[in-house]
C-alpha cells in the first residue's frame, strides 16, 4: 500500500483523504487547531453557528453526494426559498428570477424594482442594438459586462452577487473563470441578454435547490470526514518544506519534537501562498503563478437579538449591499429565518450574521472585534430600523480567505498544473484551482486523490 501525506485538513485535503482510505496509508497534516479550514463553527448566544462557509452548491452533485457516503445524508437541509435582495438607492429591493449573477433577463420586471435608475434601466434595454464582436481570449467580467450592460447594471446587480463568492472586484475577475457561460456567450458574439433569454427553461415544478447546508451546520461535514476516514491527522503541524527522495518526497514538519514524514506521494491541499513556497524548489514556475494570486479577506460578524424585543422581526433570508453604496457591510444573512433548524434550536433568538471587507477594502478589518459589531450594528439599523442591544456577538475573521481569480486564472492553473505534472507523486487541489466553492474543491481533490491511484479523473473510486 503507498503512502500519502496530505497538507492541509481543510475540506479539500479531508475529501481526498476520504477518497484514499482504503488504498493508501494516508497522514494529513494541517497546522491549524482543528481539521476543516474554513468549514468551522463557533457559538452566538449558546447557539452554535457557522463561522465561515455554510452552504454547499447542490447544482452539482460532488459535495451533497460526499455529504450523503458521510453519513450527513438525513441531516441536508435546504434553506428557506426567498428572492436576491439588495439594499440600493435607500432601500431594500428584490431582484427579479431569472438573472444570472445579477445580469437580468427580465427587464419590464427589473423597472418595477427600482434596482436602477431610469438611465441605467434604458442603458441596459439598448444592449440588443449594441455591435458585439466575437471575444478572444479572456477578459473581466466588469469590462464585458459594462460594455455590454452599462456600468450601473455593474455596480448594481452584478458586482454585489459577484462579491458574495469572491470578495472580489468584477473588473478584476475573470470572465472565463467566474462565468463561464457567458464567457462561451461573448465568444460567439451577439446580444448577452437575447442569448441568456432564449436558454431553454429547466424544466416544469419547482426548480431544484440551488444550495443546501446540514443541520447544525455545515462544519459538521468536515468532522465526519475525519472520522468516517480513520486516518491519522496531524494538527498544529505547519508543514515547513518538500524534499524529493530516491522512491518519493521527504516532508518537513515544524516544532522540533517532530520527525519530517516520508511518502510515496503527496497532495498539496493548502491555500496558494501556502503551497507557493512548498513547490519553489521544484517547479518554480507553478510557485511564481501560485504567488501572484490574489486573496480578499474579509470578518463575518454574527449578532444575536432577543426575538421579542425586536420591533420588527426581519423577513427573507437577509440583502446583499452592492460596493457602490459605501457601506462597511457588503451583505447580511438572516440565519434564522435562511435556516429551520436554526430556528428550531434557539426559537427565541433572531440571529443575523453580516459580512465586511473585500479585495482593496481591508482596512476596517484592522478594527477590534466589538467595534467591527458596533460598526455593523449601526448599518443594520439604519437600514432595518433599530434592531435594539444584541444578547451577543461573534466575530471571525478569515485574512487571505478567497482567491481571486484574476482575468488570465485558467491560463495560471494550466500553468501550475503543467508545472506539477512534471514532479512524480505530487498533486495539487484546493480553492485555487478549479473553483472557489466546496463543491468545486470537493470535485479537485477527488481528482487528486484519483491521479495518486495512477487513475483518470471521473473514472470513479
Ligand atoms: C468566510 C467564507 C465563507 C465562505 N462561504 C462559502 C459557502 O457558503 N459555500 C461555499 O461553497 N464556499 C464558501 N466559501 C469558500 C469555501 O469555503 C472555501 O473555498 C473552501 O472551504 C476551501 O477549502 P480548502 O480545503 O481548499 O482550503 P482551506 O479551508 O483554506 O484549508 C486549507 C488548510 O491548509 C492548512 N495549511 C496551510 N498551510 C499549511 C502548511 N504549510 N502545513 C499544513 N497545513 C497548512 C490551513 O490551516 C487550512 O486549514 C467561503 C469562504 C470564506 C472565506
Not at 436602477?116 to 467580467?141: C, I, N, Y
Not at 514556475?285 to 426575538?307: K, N, W
Amino acid at each position: 500500500m503507498q503512502s500519502v501525506v496530505i497538507i492541509g485538513g481543510g475540506v479539500s485535503g479531508l475529501t481526498a483523504a476520504w477518497h484514499l482510505r482504503s488504498e493508501a496509508e494516508v497522514t494529513v497534516v494541517e497546522a491549524g487547531p482543528r481539521p476543516g479550514g474554513i468549514l468551522r463553527s463557533g457559538t452566538v448566544a449558546g447557539v452554535p453557528v457557522d463561522d465561515g462557509a455554510e452552504a454547499m452548491l447542490a447544482l452539482r452533485p460532488e459535495a451533497v453526494d460526499l455529504a450523503k457516503a458521510v453519513g450527513l445524508g438525513d441531516d441536508l437541509v435546504t434553506p428557506t426559498r426567498a428572492p436576491v435582495t439588495m439594499w440600493t438607492r435607500g432601500t431594500l429591493r428584490a431582484l427579479p428570477a431569472g438573472h444570472v449573477m445579477g445580469i437580468p433577463t427580465d427587464l419590464a420586471a427589473l423597472r418595477d424594482t427600482g434596482l436602477l435608475s431610469p438611465e441605467g434601466l434604458a442603458r441596459l434595454a439598448r444592449e440588443e442594438e449594441l455591435p458585439a464582436a466575437p471575444l478572444d481570449g479572456d477578459t473581466s467580467v466588469g469590462a464585458y459586462l459594462t460594455d455590454r450592460l452599462g456600468w450601473e447594471a455593474v455596480d448594481r446587480l452584478v458586482e454585489p452577487l459577484l462579491g458574495g463568492v469572491y470578495a472580489g472586484r468584477a473588473d478584476r475577475i475573470s470572465l472565463r473563470a467566474a462565468l463561464p457561460g457567458v464567457a462561451d456567450i461573448a465568444a460567439r458574439g451577439g446580444s448577452l441578454l437575447a442569448a441568456l433569454r432564449s436558454r431553454k427553461p429547466s424544466g416544469a415544478g419547482a426548480p431544484p435547490a440551488v444550495m443546501q447546508g446540514l443541520r447544525g451546520g455545515l462544519a459538521r461535514l468536515p468532522h465526519a470526514l475525519a472520522d468516517t476516514c480513520g486516518v491519522r491527522v496531524l494538527t498544529g503541524t505547519r508543514v515547513r518544506e518538500l524534499r524529493r527522495t530516491a522512491t518519493g518526497w521527504q516532508v518537513a514538519l515544524s516544532g522540533s519534537s517532530r520527525r519530517g514524514l516520508e511518502a510515496d506521494a503527496v497532495i498539496l491541499a493548502a491555500p496558494a501562498y501556502a503551497a507557493a513556497p512548498l513547490l519553489r524548489p521544484h517547479a518554480p514556475a507553478a510557485a511564481r503563478e501560485l504567488s501572484a494570486i490574489e486573496h480578499a479577506s474579509m470578518a463575518l460578524v454574527t449578532l444575536a437579538f432577543e426575538r421579542a424585543q425586536l420591533p420588527g422581526v426581519p423577513r427573507g433570508n437577509g440583502f446583499l449591499v452592492p460596493p457602490v453604496e459605501g457601506k462597511a457591510v457588503k451583505a447580511a444573512t438572516f440565519l434564522t429565518n435562511k435556516w429551520q433548524w436554526l430556528a428550531e434550536a434557539a426559537p427565541g433568538t433572531f440571529i443575523l450574521r453580516a459580512s465586511v471587507g473585500r479585495l482593496g477594502e481591508e482596512s476596517l478589518l484592522g478594527r477590534e472585534d466589538g467595534e467591527l459589531a458596533a460598526v455593523c450594528l449601526a448599518e443594520l439599523s439604519e437600514i432595518l430600523g433599530p434592531l435594539g442591544r444584541p444578547l451577543d456577538f461573534h466575530v471571525s475573521r478569515w485574512a487571505r480567505g478567497l482567491p481571486q481569480y484574476s482575468v488570465g486564472h485558467l491560463d495560471r492553473v494550466r500553468t501550475i498544473r503543467d508545472a506539477v505534472a512534471g514532479l512524480p507523486g505530487l498533486e495539487v487541489c484546493g480553492a485555487a484551482y478549479e473553483g472557489v466553492g466546496i463543491a468545486a474543491c470537493v470535485a479537485g481533490a477527488r481528482d487528486a486523490a484519483l491521479r495518486t491511484l495512477g487513475r483518470t479523473a471521473g473514472s470513479g473510486l
